[in-house]
Nanobody
Framework: QVQLAESGGGLVQAGGSLRLSCGAS????????MGWYRQAPGKQRELVAL???????TYSDSVKGRFTISRDNGKNTVYLQMDSLKPEDTAVYYC??????????????WGQGTQVTVSS
């Protein structure tokens, strides 16, 4: 059984910062790409940032230059540092990881989501 657990969401004023964390646990053999997605009310879930096992990163245009994704492979954890937050960043943030369990093939796992609210 593999699980992802997110933390770090909350309420912040525009221009402020938050750091999200997402740790993977369970019977893990390897973790490939880890990423963050978000879903605002009434909108589709969208990609925020991705990071490969080798450290290559991808960002959506809306967060480029403000958000930084990183990972600690020893802790099976991915982070999202969010700076210069805007009200339009308000959403539920989900982490997703492609994980190969000790018994099984690679599969995508999602966290439960953490609310980020940016007030103007």
């Amino acid at each position: 059984q593999v699980q992802l657990a997110e933390s770090g969401g909350g309420l912040v004023q525009a221009g402020g910062s938050l750091r999200l964390s997402c740790g993977a646990s369970g019977s893990i053999f390897s973790i490939n790409t880890m990423g963050w997605y978000r879903q605002a009310p009434g909108k589709q879930r969208e990609l925020v940032a991705l990071i490969t096992s080798g450290g290559m990163t991808t960002y959506s245009d809306s967060v480029k230059g403000r958000f930084t994704i990183s990972r600690d492979n020893g802790k099976n954890t991915v982070y999202l540092q969010m700076d210069s937050l805007k009200p339009e960043d308000t959403a539920v943030y989900y982490c997703k990881s492609r994980i190969t369990a000790r018994i099984g093939r690679p599969d995508d796992y999602w966290g439960q989501g953490t609310q980020v609210t940016v007030s103007s």
